[in-house]
């Protein structure tokens, strides 16, 4: 028995196989981010931030109010209506392209020690867990 023959690769597809898969990011997600970019666009100008520097600070803060009210449920912006989360994301595609861009003025509050802390809470989040988890079994 002979095993079925195998159809010669399309060279499109073997050619689009080496390129980074941008369907993987959701229509959802990027529309959101877009409807953000197109009210900033509308009131700022288009790429606003590659002509002018920026300070990372000002988009760190604008990412952390827009999370946090989303977090206590304001889905949209109250002023123009758009989406808190896409403007998260907005936010982060500013601070991602002005960094290429070099008009980034990075203005962070580095911290090493910080950073360090963060990762150090994973032992005592297990230890606590484990303890809890002991007391169940005890009861």
């Known amino acids: 028995m002979n095993a079925p023959v195998k159809p010669p690769a ?5 050619y689009g196989e080496k390129k980074p898969p941008l369907a ?5 997600a ?4 877009l409807e ?3 009210d900033g ?3 700022y100008g288009p790429h606003n ?3 002018n520097p920026i300070e990372a600070m000002t988009y760190v803060e604008a990412a952390m109010r827009h999370l946090q009210l989303w977090k206590v449920g304001e889905e949209i912006t109250r002023d123009t209506l758009v989406s808190n989360l896409g403007a998260v994301r907005a936010c982060c ?3 991602i392209d002005s960094s290429l861009h070099g ?3 990075d203005n962070r509050p580095k911290s090493q020690f910080e950073a360090d802390l963060l990762y150090a809470g994973e032992e005592w989040v297990s230890r606590l867990k484990a303890v809890h988890q002991e007391r169940l079994k005890n009861r």
């Open 49 to 51: 931030w590659r002509q």
């Open 30 to 33: 990027q529309l959101a981010e």
């Open 36 to 38: 953000a970019f197109f």
């Open 10 to 14: 399309n060279p499109k597809q073997i």
């Open 24 to 28: 993987y990011i959701p229509m959802s």
């Open 103 to 105: 008009t980034l003025i």
């Open 93 to 95: 595609g500013i601070l």
């Open 41 to 43: 666009q509308l009131k």
